[in-house]
């Protein structure tokens, strides 16, 4: 289960996807979420689902690799379903039946929504090394500077937490392995006793991400680190044409989705 979460791995390529600005992917996935919540009908969610499928495709990113993201959200999106299925009034299946047609249907766009919206977040961070992400974020977020808001800190704290999370993956992992070759047993027995044999796995996975964060605050330091005042970039970002041509592509995403909606498409 842990080596399914590929939430902040980067896969590195040289597609038209992967060479976007960042600051262009990230807009458009706030363009790409707003859309994803602005869609109503059958046909708003359809064209949603192709973005998707059409990013995937120009990005060379599997469809596995998305499916193996999602199974760790494999629980909530079933409950989720399982609550709109069951709590929606509507016309009923068959006489007497809990299950609506309109509950089916919304159970059915609640999965889409909740898929599709985890497929976009997935789509910057396998196309968007982590650096590029926090260049592209601070530069979007610059103007607040001016409001003395901690933009570089913020966005550095954000780049160090997705570049961590595989690391602490295979940490964990690793610790497990190590404690069920001890005899450790995290799979059977009751709550508390499954909770009681995940301290061993907590106690040196604590201590592993503090000796790992001391080991970067040393090398921050050594490398003469004190914040973004005066900071130098080895890339210079740069809107290309391609930019400028994908976010026009985004706004006309945004307005089709609002076209539909309108209709009751």
């Known amino acids: 289960m842990l080596k399914d979460i590929t939430l902040g791995q980067y896969f590195p390529g040289n597609t038209v996807i992967h060479r976007l600005d960042p600051r262009t992917k990230l807009l458009w996935v706030v363009l790409f979420i707003v859309g994803l919540f602005q869609a109503n009908g059958w046909a708003g969610y359809a064209l949603v689902l192709l973005v998707t499928a059409l990013v995937m495709a120009l990005g060379h990113i599997r469809p596995k690799n998305i499916f193996k993201g999602l199974r760790p959200m494999l629980f909530i999106i079933i409950l989720t379903a399982a609550l709109n299925l069951f709590y929606t009034s509507g016309t009923p299946v068959r006489p007497g039946w809990i299950v609506t047609w309109e509950g089916i249907a919304r159970a059915v766009k609640m999965i889409l929504r909740i898929v599709l919206l985890i497929a976009g977040t997935f789509l910057l961070t396998y196309t968007t090394s982590p650096m590029a992400l926090t260049d592209g974020m601070e530069r979007l977020l610059s103007p607040l500077k001016?409001?003395?808001?901690?933009?570089?800190?913020?966005?550095?704290?954000?780049?160090?937490?997705?570049?961590?999370?595989?690391?602490?993956?295979?940490?964990?992992?690793?610790?497990?392995?190590?404690?069920?070759?001890?005899?450790?047993?995290?799979?059977?027995?009751?709550?508390?006793?499954?909770?009681?044999?995940?301290?061993?796995?907590?106690?040196?996975?604590?201590?592993?991400?503090?000796?790992?964060?001391?080991?970067?605050?040393?090398?921050?330091?050594?490398?003469?680190?004190?914040?973004?005042?005066?900071r130098t970039r080895l890339k210079q970002l740069v809107m290309a044409r391609r930019d400028w041509i994908a976010l026009a592509l985004g706004l006309l995403f945004l307005a089709a989705i609002n076209v539909l909606r309108h209709f009751g498409l």
């Open 146 to 230: 001016k409001l003395h808001f901690p933009v570089h800190e913020m966005t550095l704290m954000m780049s160090m937490a997705l570049r961590f999370i595989p690391t602490l993956i295979e940490e964990t992992d690793k610790i497990m392995s190590a404690q069920k070759a001890r005899g450790a047993d995290f799979e059977n027995g009751s709550l508390i006793q499954r909770a009681k044999a995940l301290l061993p796995i907590l106690v040196p996975l604590f201590v592993s991400a503090f000796r790992r964060a001391d080991e970067l605050a040393v090398a921050m330091e050594s490398r003469c680190y004190h914040g973004g005042e005066g």
